[in-house]
């Protein structure tokens, strides 16, 4: 039996004007489908392929609650790497 491939909820990117791309993607959740991951990750183009060069992933529960999930390692190391800060801010 072949396993079925997930597709996200939601994908997004924008060009940095270093020429990297910002993405977010919004995936279903593996166990309960309404939850949700949340990936943001910075990628560079290197010839033919894709570097990612930075990754965050946060997990949102059904009722709303969102954890940081367990880093995971990119895909090639850098050898110019930057920090990179992504906030979230609450609405009234």
Do not use: C
Request: charged residues 25%; positive net charge.
């Amino acid at each position: 039996m072949m396993s079925e491939k997930q597709t996200p909820k939601a994908r997004f990117s924008t060009k940095l004007p270093n020429g990297d791309f910002l993405g977010i993607t919004i995936w279903p959740g593996k166990t309960e489908p309404s939850a949700e991951v949340v990936t943001v990750q910075i990628r560079h183009p290197t010839g033919d392929n894709w570097e990612t060069t930075a990754r965050i992933a946060l997990y949102r529960t059904t009722d709303g609650k969102y954890s940081l999930l367990p880093e995971r390692p990119v895909t090639k190391s850098s050898e110019k790497t930057e920090a990179v800060t992504v906030g979230a801010t609450e609405r009234d």
